[in-house]
């Protein structure tokens, strides 16, 4: 569950990012490109994705098997 939460975390904070990267103008050629509103909308992912991150990483880790006796 961890890593899970950790690559998804990932994965959201990095389309965040290209979405700010496009609504600021940054990154041209899509229809998203000069629009403020994907500026928001990628600011909010990118504070998602890293929430997601965090969460994941703050996660107990699996329990190390003890052999048997």
Do not use: C, H, Y
């Given at each position: 569950m961890r890593t899970?939460?950790?690559a998804v975390g990932v994965v959201i904070a990095l389309l965040g990012v290209v979405w700010v990267l496009q609504g600021a103008g940054i990154l041209l050629g899509s229809f998203m490109s000069n629009d403020p509103t994907w500026l928001w909308i990628g600011i909010v992912t990118v504070v998602v994705g890293v929430a997601l991150l965090v969460f994941g990483l703050r996660l107990p880790g699996r329990p190390k098997e003890t052999e048997p006796a």
């Amino acid at each position: 569950m961890r890593t899970v939460l950790v690559a998804v975390g990932v994965v959201i904070a990095l389309l965040g990012v290209v979405w700010v990267l496009q609504g600021a103008g940054i990154l041209l050629g899509s229809f998203m490109s000069n629009d403020p509103t994907w500026l928001w909308i990628g600011i909010v992912t990118v504070v998602v994705g890293v929430a997601l991150l965090v969460f994941g990483l703050r996660l107990p880790g699996r329990p190390k098997e003890t052999e048997p006796a």
